[in-house]
């Protein structure tokens, strides 16, 4: 067990699940909130704004166009490992989708919060650190 689900096996006070097990849609629960919180504290870095701006600017990166534009940033950059993961969260379906949202897009978006989630959840800070910020920065320089 490493440091992080250590910390997370003393802070929850139950055993850690295995990720590879988990259903893909489970880590793109997870994914979701982990990859809003990377988006939120880069634009508190980068952005002098009111909280509608940041919300507003959160809003693109976070939508289902925004996570499909920043996959394609770092989908040449996924080990064989991730690009799998990332397939089992494209792949599954969740029966719903966002009347805003292509298909695509979304089914892109939740598989790259499945990525997320499988980083966070077995303790590879530093890799989904370094996806994010790739994905996030790309974004300024595309439109989104």
Do not use: C
Request: glycine content about 8%; overall charge negative.
């Amino acid at each position: 067990m490493n440091m992080h689900e250590q910390a997370l096996s003393a802070f929850l006070g139950l055993p850690q699940r295995d990720a590879r097990q988990m259903p893909a849609l489970t880590l793109a629960y997870i994914g979701d909130t982990v990859y809003d919180l990377y988006v939120r504290t880069y634009l508190m870095h980068t952005l002098d704004g009111n909280a509608h701006a940041l919300h507003l600017a959160a809003a693109k990166l976070v939508s289902a166009a925004g996570q499909a534009a920043a996959f394609r940033r770092i989908e040449p950059l996924l080990t064989e490992e991730e690009a799998g993961v990332f397939r089992r969260g494209r792949n599954a379906h969740s029966g719903t989708v966002p009347k805003n949202a292509q298909v695509s897009d979304y089914r892109i978006a939740t598989g790259l919060e499945a990525l997320i989630g499988y980083l966070y959840w077995t303790g590879a800070d530093a890799r989904a650190a370094e996806l994010m910020q790739l994905a996030v920065e790309g974004a300024e320089h595309h439109g989104i």
